[in-house]
């Protein structure tokens, strides 16, 4: 007589019928069906009975029940019930694929994102987002979740799918301008440079808490510029009394010097708060970004210039700031050639980039951002690449706005499956775009769901465009409509080879493909503008984890393909592979064309090795913004410092010449932002590794200029 079943966790429970009847009822009423339960459960229990057994397990008993509806001619009812088995197994293995990932946290904090420490809170949060990413993928209907689930897209952020949204350029000068509340109390317009600077990071920091991306400051020299002013007047008033003892020159040249002394130390104060603020339960620093480089006035540029001084002398012993993320802009006829009024500034970035890896490079000759610039625009980057500036649904520009979500497409995999037929590929591409679409649209819809409340401060302190004249209980449609879109690829170089043997480093025939597939991409974004009223757009995906996890994929489905899936990450957007041996002149050249079409965001390496100079950053830069319709840029190479004494060190060696410390710390540049070495992922630990850099044989030139 039957007495116990086991139960796929081992344990034995008492053998009872209902719950055979129970599982065929479900099955019946997903087809609508009306069965007499009563009696296929006792014709199952029969045969259970039959076995003679004392013991049973379940999968043995769901086969019976199978079985016995296969009996009775009840074929459609066995389907049911065996899909409700196979849904159920699938939720089984969620929730220990949850379990064994909350597990590993324990232990230790993956490495997904390059900047999330290892203290109590990032595990705490990381538990979190792996089970909400898990929740999230439960509730997405079934066809669109299977994309993510077998790697054929990659849904961004998925732990914020149901809770809020990217990133956002800040209009930091109009909040400081009307004050802020950041949940208790009133912040007052600021009346000095030294409370403008730190409330500066107060936004960075509020906003961090609502967003899952980061945040820029848009036009921080520009913005902080009212109070460099407030600050002069504040220190003529204070030592008025001078005036009577010394000339009104030398009284000038003192208030200008107690200024600078004051502007200097604000500047400062924003580099050490955005490298130790920490946000997000106290895990992680703000992913900060900041836009300087064409003032308006001579305040302006004492700002970013004291900025850019300040940044590079780093932090308490020197060390290399982590954060922000410095975008400075280049233009002809501001700060590009010698005789533009602010040519010095452009020269002082330089330099600062050459021992700092920061800032970045943003060319407004571009002639997309040209367009804006000369309709009174100023284009802006996150630190991340997203570019947000045109506007379906309102005003035009990076102010107020960013990216709500991106969705990644693996692009490799569709070159694998056209096995070399071109117009299978589009085809295919085509179909990849369209679920694509579809699932940013299901996300929309889930985010309309979400009330102004819920983003108290980004939304209910209107920091985002369409929040204005919005209501705690309202939706947040309308900021939604007006941030962008993105459909995002990976591994350009990995496909083309994929399809035609040769990648766009390596062939003018793969070039003009990857030109043409690239823009295909563009132009269904375009098109899908115009159809639904929302700012599609295409990205130029920055993979950090997701680098390792296409592939990982692809290679457990296809095997190893020779320059498609023979290493541990596919190749970053449409960049040339890191690996590749070519020029500077040429990487640019062949990348250049790809920032137009990437209208969501685009970045462009060049690799040095050693340390650079200020100079041969500014010729990288000359030659990009004069010679290509190049845009975003940085320029990488390892760096290396002493925690100890703050030194700069030469690759390679492993202790410091000046204190002799062995403790010392790597940083790269990983997507955009800098990481510390010890937190990088896989993926991209082993895309380091494979590096060149883009100087040829000039590596000695470079070398030679260490600091
Ligand atoms: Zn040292």
């Not at 003679?52 to 079985?67: F, H, M, P, T």
């Not at 985010?447 to 302190?461: H, I, R, S, T």
């Not at 766009?504 to 025939?509: I, T």
Request: with cysteine; hydrophobic share 35%; charged share 25%.
């Amino acid at each position: 007589m039957i007495c116990y079943v086991i139960k796929r966790d081992g344990r034995k429970v008492k053998f009872d019928e209902t719950k055979i009847q129970n599982a065929i009822l479900l099955s019946a009423n997903e087809l609508d069906l009306e069965l007499d339960t009563g009696k296929i459960t006792g014709l199952v229990t029969e045969k259970i009975k039959d076995l003679g057994l004392e013991e049973i397990d379940v999968e043995q008993i769901q086969d019976l029940i199978e079985n016995t509806l296969d009996d009775l001619d009840l074929n459609h009812v066995a389907v049911a019930y065996s899909n409700y088995r196979k849904e159920r197994t699938r939720l089984r293995d969620i929730k220990s694929d949850l379990m064994r990932s909350v597990h590993n946290i324990g232990i230790e904090t993956d490495r997904d994102n390059a900047n999330v420490g290892n203290n109590f809170s990032s595990k705490l949060l990381r538990i979190a987002s792996e089970t909400n990413k898990w929740h999230n993928l439960s509730k997405i209907p079934k066809e669109l979740a299977k994309y993510h689930e077998i790697g054929d897209l990659h849904f961004h952020d998925l732990d914020s799918y149901n809770l809020t949204t990217n990133c956002l350029n800040i209009d930091t000068g109009d909040l400081l301008k009307r004050g802020f509340n950041t949940g208790y109390g009133t912040i007052t317009p600021p009346k000095r440079i030294e409370t403008a600077a730190e409330l500066s990071c107060i936004l960075l920091q509020a906003s961090q808490n609502d967003m899952f991306g980061g945040q820029s400051h848009v036009n921080f020299d520009n913005d902080m510029a009212p109070y460099v002013k407030l600050t002069r007047d504040e220190i003529i008033k204070e030592f008025e009394l001078l005036l009577s003892t010394m000339t009104k020159e030398e009284f000038d040249t003192f208030v200008e010097q107690k200024l600078h002394k004051r502007v200097h130390q604000a500047m400062q104060g924003v580099v050490y708060n955005l490298n130790t603020m920490h946000s997000r339960a106290g895990s992680q620093v703000p992913f900060s970004s900041l836009n300087i480089g064409i003032p308006h006035s001579d305040d302006a540029a004492l700002i970013c210039e004291s900025f850019l001084l300040e940044y590079e002398k780093g932090l308490g012993k020197g060390e290399q700031p982590i954060f922000p993320n410095i975008i400075f802009r280049v233009k002809d006829g501001v700060n590009r050639e010698e005789g533009d009024p602010y040519f010095y500034l452009y020269e002082i970035a330089c330099k600062v980039a050459a021992k700092r890896m920061n800032p970045t490079f943003m060319n407004l000759d571009a002639d997309f951002n040209k367009e804006y610039y000369d309709k009174g625009i100023l284009p802006a980057t996150m630190g991340c690449r997203t570019y947000v500036c045109s506007n379906i649904n309102g005003p035009e520009g990076p102010d107020k706005r960013g990216n709500i979500a991106p969705t990644t497409i693996n692009l490799p995999r569709l070159g694998i499956l056209a096995k070399g037929n071109i117009d299978k590929f589009f085809e295919l591409l085509d179909s990849r775009l369209n679920s694509a679409r579809e699932s940013l649209m299901h996300r929309y819809d889930i985010l309309c769901k979400l009330k102004v409340k819920d983003l108290p401060f980004v939304a209910g302190e209107h920091l985002l465009l369409g929040s204005e004249g919005l209501s705690a209980n309202d939706s947040i449609e309308p900021i939604l409509k007006n941030g962008t879109w993105s459909i995002g690829f990976i591994g350009l170089a990995e496909t083309l080879t994929s399809l035609i043997g040769s990648h766009h480093g390596e062939s003018v025939e793969a070039r003009e493909l990857g030109y043409k597939i690239v823009q295909h991409i563009r132009d269904f974004t375009d098109k899908a503008t115009k159809e639904d009223k929302l700012n599609w757009s295409c990205y130029a995906t920055p993979a950090e984890g997701l680098s390792g996890r296409f592939i990982a994929f692809d290679q457990e489905r296809f095997g190893n393909i020779p320059g498609v899936t023979d290493k541990d990450y596919y190749t970053n957007s449409y960049h040339v592979p890191v690996g590749h041996k070519i020029s500077i002149k040429d990487k640019i050249q062949i990348e250049a064309p790809f920032h137009k079409m990437c209208n969501a965001g685009h970045i462009s390496y060049i690799e040095i090795d050693g340390y650079p100079t200020g100079d041969t950053i500014k010729s990288i830069l000359d030659y990009a913004y004069k010679e290509s319709n190049i845009n975003y840029m940085g320029i990488n190479f390892h760096l290396r410092y002493c925690k100890d004494c703050g030194h700069q060190l030469l690759q390679g060696s492993t202790t410091c010449p000046k204190c002799s410390s062995n403790d010392i710390q790597g940083i790269s540049r990983v997507t955009g932002y800098l990481s510390l070495d010890e937190r990088f992922g896989s993926g991209k630990i082993a895309e380091r590794h494979d590096r060149i850099s883009h100087d040829g044989n000039n590596t000695a030139v470079y070398k030679k200029n260490l600091l």
